[in-house]
């Protein structure tokens, strides 16, 4: 009798760790923004390894319109605080991602070549990173 209390409550044990495990396919889910414009002040920018601080950092979506182009792009134009052009890149075939808690992405599904990362020190995003060719890996 006892081994079968225990079995018993073995298996509803069980059964319910098995459904209370994080799953972690269920990551935020966000869709591409479209025809949307943002501007964000990031306190350091790592651009393929060369860091800049205090920088602004300007991003465009534009959809594809059938007639010029197939291709989804985003414009992306990093200033810094002197006003001058440090970077400025048209990304083909990407698509830009504005999670929740304030991330920033811009790629593709599972290849991010812009991040900028969620946290904020006095009105500007903490850091951010590009990638362009190799991608960003967190």
């Known amino acids: ?12 044990s069980f059964g319910w760790f098995v459904f ?10 966000a869709s591409p923004m479209q025809n949307a414009e943002l501007i964000r ?9 060369e860091v ?5 950092v300007a991003i465009k979506s534009i959809s594809p319109d059938g007639l010029f182009s197939d291709k989804y792009r985003v414009k992306v134009k990093v200033t810094d605080s002197n006003g001058k052009t440090v970077w400025n890149k048209t990304m083909k075939n990407a698509y830009l991602y504005v ?4 991330q920033i992405q ?3 599904p599972k290849f991010s070549q812009l991040v900028i990362y969620s946290g904020k020190r006095a009105n500007k995003y903490e ?4 990638r362009e060719k190799e991608g960003v890996y967190n």
């Open 1 to 12: 009798m006892k081994k079968l209390i225990v079995l018993l409550i073995f298996s509803l």
């Open 20 to 29: 209370a495990q994080n799953n972690n396919d269920e990551t935020e889910k």
């Open 41 to 49: 002040k990031v306190c350091f920018l790592d651009i393929e390894g």
């Open 52 to 56: 800049y601080t205090d920088v602004v």
């Open 99 to 102: 999670f929740s808690d304030g």
């Open 106 to 108: 811009i790629g593709r």
């Open 127 to 130: 850091k951010g990173i590009i």
